[in-house]
T-cell receptor
Framework: DGGITQSPKYLFRKEGQNVTLSCEQNLNHDAMYWYRQDPGQGLRLIYYSQIVNDFQKGDIAEGYSVSREKKESFPLTVTSAQKNPTAFYLC???????????FGDGTRLSIL | AQRVTQPEKLLSVFKGAPVELKCNYSYSGSPELFWYVQYSRQRLQLLLRHISRESIKGFTADLNKGETSFHLKKPFAQEEDSAMYYCALPSGGSNYKLTFGKGTLLTVNP
């Protein structure tokens, strides 16, 4: 089903490389979010965006960057400054902040 | 700071038995809580939110402000209920964020 599409499903990064994870939604949602999921840690918020051209840091923003140039798209860049990037990354969106979030299938990032 | 605690990483019950997944929170103010579920090979999805006061797939959750809990309950568990369950608490104010618990993996045995 559509809704939120994350790509790629699997991503490998070399040391010192930046990589960008894609998140697109066709739900006409204003708010979008990025989470990191580690075993036994639950979901932790990296960044969120309430509206186009606006975004805020979450709990673990260091080593990550985002942009929100279009309503449908909220890409996440994992920079070389992120020392432990291996994780499962989930993108979500909601009609507005405080409304239930819809999640994508996730991207699994691994370091070579 | 707000916090969500799910004390059980794993919970195993038999089909037809009652199930209760625990969630405790710390929050100053009037909280709004959610339960999200992730079935095997499916996306994380909303199960229910306390303001709706509805029963989804036979599950209910009551907010107990005195005990600061929002436990998820079902009187008769089914095998298809096996999944990872997350309790979540939104922050108040202008800096919004949803804090998730670490999750409880429920296994319903035949």
């Amino acid at each position: 089903d559509g809704g939120i599409t994350q790509s790629p499903k699997y991503l490998f990064r070399k040391e010192g490389q930046n990589v960008t994870l894609s998140c697109e939604q066709n739900l006409n949602h204003d708010a979008m979010y990025w989470y990191r999921q580690d075993p036994g840690q639950g979901l932790r918020l990296i960044y969120y965006s309430q509206i186009v051209n606006d975004f805020q840091k979450g709990d673990i923003a260091e080593g990550y960057s985002v942009s929100r140039e279009k309503k449908e798209s909220f890409p996440l860049t994992v920079t070389s400054a992120q020392k432990n990037p291996t994780a499962f990354y989930l993108c979500a969106s909601s009609i507005s902040l405080r409304q239930p979030q819809h999640f994508g299938d996730g991207t699994r990032l691994s370091i070579l | 700071a707000q916090r969500v605690t799910q004390p059980e990483k794993l919970l195993s019950v038999f089909k037809g038995a009652p199930v209760e997944l625990k969630c405790n929170y710390s929050y100053s103010g009037s909280p709004e809580l959610f339960w999200y579920v992730q079935y095997s090979r499916q996306r994380l999805q909303l199960l229910l939110r306390h303001i709706s006061r509805e029963s989804i797939k036979g599950f209910t959750a009551d907010l107990n402000k005195g005990e600061t809990s929002f436990h998820l309950k079902k009187p008769f568990a089914q095998e298809e209920d096996s999944a990872m369950y997350y309790c979540a608490l939104p922050s108040g104010g202008s800096n919004y964020k949803l804090t998730f618990g670490k999750g409880t993996l429920l296994t319903v045995n035949p």
